[in-house]
């Protein structure tokens, strides 16, 4: 068809609007919003028929209309929502980190939903600290003195070292300057912040004597960092926060440890490797300590910063303090995640991160079985599927070379590549985000919700079967 009758072809925008609305999922949407999807639609064909020139391309009305409710649906949905982590990677920066609990659902909803106490002293009627929601419960889980939180735990490490070593010298370990996805890097922050690095020891190894040897009238800190997304091996050499906090006490100087994920409970217990944990940092005697909320902890997006009261209080009075404030509703979820940890079972139970980690294999192996039942109807004319043994990361920059054994139902599609399967899969309504792995796809049950599975059959039916 030659292009001038293509375009003579295509329908006006009024045509196909009353064609859409004649269909009553249209109703409630927004005119123009449908009046733009038109347009936008006719437009592609416009330029694709320019672009085609006079050969092999058609223009269909219904094939437009069909066109035309795709783009409805993409810009009418929410773009941020709930996706099903099919990955094994617990906590998956990508996919939002730390899911929140349940649990907490009624009383979060009930405080951000209404107005809230959140700075007022209700005892006296005068203003209140929004800090004092979640400091003594911190201080009571932790040990420590006092305690305050901020945005994250970049921005918790730049508030206390601008407030306790601007313009000084801040002493670390050369194995420990490290980078977290997202560009934060130690060496940058400390120059925001305005303290001045230095740098001692090798990559390798650092010792006591290594701190000691730089530490001059202008040192304003001693710094750990945990390197939560790599680990030296071999030949290493770390100093123990205890030793640094009496090096710290001997020239008084403060020791600052950012703990990225800092875990309140002992994850050795539950089979992982032992990894330093918050309360041991402060029965060290550490003076400051920060850590995120949404990694190990489990909670929302936060930086813990903890300690001694002579130090918290000058930290709390720094101006990027209000700068990086907390959020109410970050706060609430916050209060409530810590206080699951008053019963440390009930939070192990109940703040997802840490029951996905803790799964017994024995659970993992009953859940793959589950998936594989829904999944099994896809077989042997739709896709290849079985139950195997498999490991799951816990991600989030913590414990990196951790390999944890897992439970997957690997499915490897007959009619299409695994690639096309994958792309689907995401633009699903509740996307599924999986992991590829030998041209199979890999759906670690670790990391899912036995209530997803029958989910994920009907949408993957919707694939193979084409139905809509
Ligand atoms: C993750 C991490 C940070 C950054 O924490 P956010 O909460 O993501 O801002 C800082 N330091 C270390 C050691 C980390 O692991």
Redesign the pocket.
């Known amino acids: 068809m030659k292009k001038n009758e293509l375009f003579r072809k295509l329908p006006g925008v009024d045509r196909i609007f009353n064609i859409i609305m004649k269909k009553q999922k249209y109703k409630d949407i927004p005119r123009k919003i449908i009046t733009d999807c038109i347009r936008e639609t006719i437009d592609t064909y416009r330029n694709k028929i320019l672009i085609a020139g006079d050969n092999g391309f058609s223009v269909e009305e219904n094939i437009i209309v069909l066109d035309v409710e795709r783009l409805i649906t993409k810009k009418w949905s929410n773009s941020f929502k709930r996706v099903i982590n099919a990955t094994g990677t617990v906590l998956h920066t990508n996919l939002g980190r730390a899911p929140l609990s349940a649990e907490i659902k009624e009383r979060f909803w009930d405080v951000v939903s209404n107005y809230s106490n959140l700075e007022i002293d209700l005892t006296t009627g005068t203003r209140g600290s929004r800090y004092s929601h979640v400091e003594s419960l911190l201080c009571d889980l932790t040990g420590a003195e006092a305690a305050l939180v901020v945005n994250?735990?970049?921005?918790a490490?730049l508030l206390v070292l601008s407030a306790l070593a601007s313009g000084r010298e801040v002493i670390i370990s050369r194995g420990q300057l490290?980078e977290?996805g997202g560009s934060?890097r130690i060496p940058e922050v400390m120059a925001q912040s305005g303290a001045r690095l230095v740098e001692v020891g090798t990559t390798n190894r650092t010792h006591l004597k290594d701190y000691e040897n730089f530490i001059n009238e202008n040192t304003g800190a001693l710094l750990k960092?945990?390197t939560?997304?790599y680990k030296i091996c071999g030949f290493t050499k770390v100093v123990e926060s205890r030793e640094l906090v009496s090096l710290g006490k001997k020239y008084k100087i403060p020791v600052i440890e950012?703990?990225?994920?800092g875990s309140m409970i002992d994850f050795s217990k539950y089979g992982l490797t032992k990894e330093p944990t918050v309360i041991e940092s402060v029965k060290a005697g550490v003076d400051v300590v920060t850590f995120?909320?949404?990694?190990l902890l489990g909670g929302p997006?936060a930086?813990i910063v903890l300690g001694k009261k002579e130090y918290i209080e000058v930290i709390k009075k720094h101006p990027l303090n209000r700068a990086l404030r907390i959020d109410k509703m970050t706060l609430a979820a916050l209060e409530f995640t810590l206080r699951l940890y008053l019963d440390e079972n009930k939070a192990v139970e109940k703040i997802p991160v840490l029951k996905m980690l803790t799964a017994p294999l024995s659970k993992l192996e009953e859940k793959a079985k589950l998936l594989f039942k829904e999944l099994e109807i896809f077989t042997p004319l739709h896709a290849k599927i079985e139950i195997v043994s498999e490991f799951s990361m816990v991600g989030?920059?913590a414990y990196p070379v951790e390999k944890l054994p897992t439970k997957a139902v690997i499915l490897k599609p007959i009619k299409f590549t695994v690639t096309e399967l994958d792309q689907m899969l995401r633009e699903l309504d509740i996307p599924i985000i999986t992991r590829i792995s030998d041209d199979c796809m890999v759906f670690d049950v670790r990391t899912m919700n036995i209530n997803d599975f029958s989910k994920i059959r009907t949408s993957l039916e919707k694939i193979f079967f084409r139905k809509s």
């Not at 994250?152 to 921005?155: H, L, P, Q, W």
């Not at 950012?258 to 994920?261: E, F, M």
Request: aromatic content about 4%; overall charge negative; proline content about 0%.
């Open positions: 994250n735990n970049a921005g490490v490290v977290i934060f960092v945990h939560s997304n950012d703990l990225g994920s995120s909320g949404d990694k997006q930086g989030g920059g």
